[in-house]
């Protein structure tokens, strides 16, 4: 899936050279620390301690996603930029989201905290720019959620398929303890590998 | 769904810390108790199902009621067990009582990883029975309760341990990391026991144990379902190659009796591997027969107790006793290992009425299997392809590019780490390894073993699976990997159903396909358009 922020919000653009962009690059580091930890810190406190401090990817991929998912998704606001925009690393942070026992709005909430967040930090810098700005750059933040909204439920489409693929394709009768006459009766049609029969 | 209040939303609208005050709830974790869900926990067990195995308590329940309907004296039948079991497993006694919680294993388990869920360090995990161990049979329990790390066995505590010993695959990653060498599974598979005996247990367990009971296969099949779908891939096996099979059945006399999961003979991708098991042995002439009485490898007795594990492996020895062979030959399977090396030879063992295996077609003495005379697919491949009896043509394999995962229960219960990879060095043209943690002994759980690959906890699977997933995205991003094999049928069957989700740019194997696959055989057609699953070979997409 791709992200076009532009062209959602038209009226409100968002034009290259603005004293926010050059506030947001400079303090990408402290935002996405903060927006990181905003998510990292729904888990206990043992598993945050856990998922922020371990770097290795391979041992800690929730740590992993979301911060690798949140500066691609970082990057795509910042850039003032007319083209679609492929976000593989975010899309692996909301199928992650996608299948948490959480809500939807919880699911994709994390992207209006930048909004807080960016406040927080901009202000403390002295930003001047006008309301305008500010509502350029919530405009994104909006069209960014719905972009990311789009890709939770593709996510939670493909979960629905995959359980729906499971008991077609047989894979869920290795061990569901198939019926032996529901076989017998599927194999009088036609040859057959994987038979689809209900369990019980 | 009720729109928040505007005081609600200083909490969050999300449930999650607020944006206002940035507070966590934060509680110890005796003190947060699990909550069911729908899709959080597997079915209960149909009460046909019960009453078939005399499991006892049989009823209608639902892990989401308050009320479980318990027997009355549930309590005293817990911690009667859990004394029995502790006077009988010298292992359950030294593994309640050595833990100095280092936290070597906190960050280890893949359901910890995937969820997020700190009663998923394994550590806490065995503490959800220590503390009740303690607060029941150690002194400084008895006088000090919380302060020593006790607690009372509760309802709440049972409900707790449902969750979390079915949040647990046994994959015993965990114990590859503990400095005093604790098999945190087996603090599972005590958790499992107990619950039984208050008739706290889950369906896609029990009813596959009752088939293998009743007709010796997970599926409940009868003996000419199992033999005509054999018969079904070799037709396959015919069309592709061009080459006749004709597999004996329940023969006596023949050299060696293969036992398989039956999942290799009834649903994709097992099936394919059930094919190269089948050209393998044609290639090399093997006097071997299958059995349909004992045409299950799995083992669902692992993952309820130890009484069920016994019977069910037993039935294995009593077939190869029955046929007269002289040893048996396992296929690709994982928990039918672990419960091969580390349990049968006390439970069912020595098999002595069996000869030390021995290859009839290289002559090499598996004296590593001398005591359970059984032996694995790939040790037994690895053998003939070291003593060059295989023609192999590892382009045939070059529309793959592979990776290999390590299935837990033979990488990690039987060692089973160089065979496989030997083999993929000879039956492909190149393949790669994944990442160095997540291999090996180190290799992550498939997230749905022991038998939680059921579609009721599909997210909880895909959580689980997500460590596994992510080191192959690793693989895949990097060296284009569109085939990922293993030598497990819990493996081929829910590893398909993650990449379909975490990566469905990968396909899932079993090592003898890529083997079958490879095999050049005697007679076979001139040229070999497609592979065993119909897919064509590099060179004839056309």
Known sequence: ????????????????????????????????????????????????????????????????KVRTGLEELYDVLCEPSDNEVLTPYLEQLISLRAVQEISASSAVSFVFKLKYIVRQELTKKTMTGSYKEWLAFDARIDAAALAVFDMYM???????????????????????????????????GKKSKSPSVQSG | MAIPKAEELGVSVVREPSLMTGAI????????????????????????????????????????????????????????????????????????????????????????????DPKNMPVLRAELLRSVYRNEFTTAGKLLGKMAGARPLTIEVVKEWFMYAYQCTECRRCSAFCPYGIDTAE?????????????????????????????????????????????????????????HIEPTWNRKGAEILFITPSADVFAEPGIYTA???????????????????????????????????????????????????????????????????????????????????????????????????????SEFTADLIKNNKLKLDPMR????????????????????????????????PKWYEMPENTIREKTYCCGSGTGLNTGEIMELRMRSGLPRANALKHVEEKFNVNMMSCVCAIDRATLTSMVEYWNPNVEICGISELVGNALVMDGEKEERESGLRFEPLEGMEG
């Not at chain 2, 208050?198 to 000419?224: D, F, K, Y």
């Not at chain 2, 040893?327 to 928990?335: Q, V």
């Not at chain 2, 590019?401 to 990879?421: K, Q, V, W, Y």
Request: proline letters at 5%; hydrophobic letters at 35%.
């Open chain 2, 275 to 377: 094919m190269g098991y089948l050209l393998l042995f044609e290639h090399i002439g093997l006097d071997y027969t299958w059995s349909t009485y004992s045409s299950e490898g799995g083992n669902f007795g692992l993952f309820t107790n130890n009484e069920m594990m016994k019977k069910l492996n037993g039935k294995m020895y009593a077939e190869a006793k029955r046929l007269g062979v002289k040893w048996i030959l396992g296929g690709e399977c994982g928990h039918m290992w672990r419960v091969l090396h580390q349990y049968m030879d006390t439970m069912n063992g020595p098999a002595d009425f069996l000869e030390v295996p021995q290859s009839p077609i290289t002559g090499t003495v598996f004296d590593n299997t001398s005591s359970t005379k059984m032996v694995h697919i």
């Open chain 2, 187 to 243: 603090v599972t598979i005590i958790l499992r026991e107990l619950l039984h005996l208050v008739g706290i247990n889950t369906n896609w367990i029990l009813e596959p144990c009752a088939n293998s009971n009743r007709t010796g296969n997970h599926m409940g099949l009868q003996p000419h379902t199992y033999k005509d779908n054999v018969s079904y891939l070799c037709d396959d096996i015919e069309d592709i190659t061009g080459i």
């Open chain 2, 25 to 116: 709830p934060q509680k110890e974790w005796m003190d947060v108790p699990a909550k069911f869900m729908e899709g959080d926990s597997c079915y209960p067990g149909k009460v046909s199902i019960v009453e078939y195995h005399k499991f006892p308590y049989p009823r209608e329940w639902n892990p989401v009621d308050d009320d479980w309907k318990l027997p009355d004296d549930w309590e005293d039948i817990i911690l009667n067990g859990l004394k029995e079991r502790l006077d009988k497993f010298r292992t359950l006694k030294v593994f309640m009582d050595i833990c100095v919680r280092c936290g070597a294993c906190a960050d280890k388990c893949h359901f910890f990883l995937g969820t997020g």
């Open chain 1, 154 to 188: 593709a996510s939670r489409e493909r979960i629905n398929r995959v359980r729906i693929s499971e008991t077609t394709s047989g894979r869920g009768l290795v061990i569901a303890g198939g019926c032996p006459s529901g076989l017998l009766r599927h194999e009088k």
């Open chain 2, 397 to 428: 394999n070059a529309h793959r590019i592979c990776t290999f995962h390590d299935s837990c229960n033979p990488a990690r219960a039987m060692g089973l780490l160089e065979e496989p990879r030997y083999i993929m060095d000879h039956v492909v």
């Open chain 1, 1 to 64: 899936m791709v992200i076009h922020l532009l062209g959602i919000f038209t009226e409100i653009p968002w034009t290259r050279g603005r004293e926010m962009e050059k506030l947001l690059l400079e303090n990408k580091k402290v935002i996405l620390e903060k927006w990181e930890d905003s998510i990292l810190e729904s888990y206990a406190h043992d598993t945050f301690v856990i998922f922020k401090k371990q770097k290795n990817p391979f041992a800690n991929p929730v740590g992993h």
